[in-house]
């Protein structure tokens, strides 16, 4: 699984903002700090640590979801076959009660033996009927309890992956706004190629991060 790149949200707030307030304030200029998200990614062992965690517990989740879905599949094929069979012994009762109604009272006349023809036909065709319905019922139902079990694996998957993203966004948030404070700046944005937010000026905080989160 890819976690998703590092990036501080409320820099493009910020960015936003900066050229109204240095507009209002002009016996103050904003010092923009700025850094390369990428590098931080690639280069700082603190994020690489957490990105290589992060990986062997998606993995190793994936793996044992995979095995609880599994062990639900054939959960879900073994009721199914019972039901199946529930259904099947049902309606092979209702023909043998029926065969034994026919021996009990034979029919005396070619009239009597159509009667009851026609009615062996339409309880087949009406057992028939039933039996479809029932097993489209079934399907239905194992398809959603599979869509259910897959959807939960896939909610777990997903919180995981955002828990770690938390922890890296949270560690490199507190190592910027130490920086930021060492060197009194008033704004910090992601300037990497994904985000072009300083085209020139500002300061570039990206080794200090680097070196704080060696």
Not at 11 to 37: D, F, H, M, R
Not at 136 to 155: H, N, V, Y
Request: hydrophobic content about 35%; some cysteine; overall charge negative.
């Amino acid at each position: 699984m890819k976690l998703g790149r590092l990036t501080r949200g409320v820099g493009a707030a910020l960015l936003l903002a900066a050229p109204l307030w240095i507009a209002g304030c002009s016996e103050k200029q904003t010092v923009v700090g700025y850094y390369n998200a990428d590098r931080i990614d690639r280069e700082a062992g603190q994020i690489k640590a957490l990105q290589d965690e992060a990986t062997a517990k998606l993995k190793e989740k994936q793996t044992e979801l995979e095995a609880k879905m599994k062990e639900k599949q054939a959960a879900l094929e073994e009721n199914f076959k019972k039901k199946q069979d529930e259904i099947a012994a049902k309606f092979q009762a209702k023909e043998d009660e029926f065969n034994q109604k026919v021996q009990a009272n034979p029919p005396k006349s070619q009239e009597e033996a159509d009667q009851l023809q026609a009615e062996a036909d339409e309880l087949g065709q009406s057992l028939q009927k039933e039996a479809e319905e029932d097993m489209q019922k079934l399907q239905q139902e194992a398809a959603a309890e599979a869509q259910r079990i897959q959807q939960e694996a896939r909610l777990q998957m997903q919180g995981l992956q955002a828990q770690y993203q938390t922890r890296m966004t949270q560690k490199l948030d507190v190592a910027v706004d130490e920086i930021a404070k060492a060197k009194k700046l008033d704004v910090v944005l992601d300037n990497s190629s994904f985000q072009k937010s300083v085209l020139y000026g500002g300061v570039d905080i990206t080794e200090d991060l680097l070196e704080k989160l060696k």
